[in-house]
């Protein structure tokens, strides 16, 4: 499966930003979709996940309800609603694509997208 993600730029804490990553190539429905971010200098850390059904989502701690993952099975798109945005929210952010059980690690999400880069000024 090919990802493309998407959403992001420039923006003043405070601020919103919503992240799209389509999906191409697979069965769509059949993967747990994912967010991930990198900020320069440190590891890919896990931001959001969602399965296909969509009915329960799990988050990073650092989310803390600003940010949320959903999904549009029909299109065949991921969404990330990022909310109340912060400096250190500063980051590229990658969608990533597994099947199986939803989980936040890092390592068994075989498909990444490009990522999108998302920086907050204060």
């Known amino acids: 499966v090919q990802l493309q993600a998407s959403g992001g730029g420039l923006v003043q804490a405070g601020g919103s930003l919503r992240l799209s990553c389509a999906a191409s190539?697979?069965?769509?429905?059949?993967?747990?979709m994912g967010w991930f971010r990198q900020a320069p200098g440190k590891e890919r850390e896990f931001v959001a996940a969602?399965?296909?059904?969509?009915?329960?989502?799990s988050y990073a701690d650092f989310v803390k309800g600003r940010f949320t993952i959903s999904r549009d099975n029909a299109k065949n798109t991921v969404f990330l609603q990022l909310n109340s945005l912060k400096p250190e929210d500063t980051a590229v952010y990658y969608c990533?694509?597994?099947?199986?059980?939803?989980?936040?690690?890092?390592?068994?999400?075989?498909?990444w997208g490009q990522g999108t880069q998302v920086t907050v000024s204060s």
């Open positions: 990533a694509a597994k099947r199986g059980v939803l989980t936040s690690t890092r390592s068994v999400y075989p498909y």
């Open positions: 190539g697979g069965t769509f429905s059949s993967y747990v």
């Open positions: 969602i399965p296909w059904s969509g009915q329960i989502t």
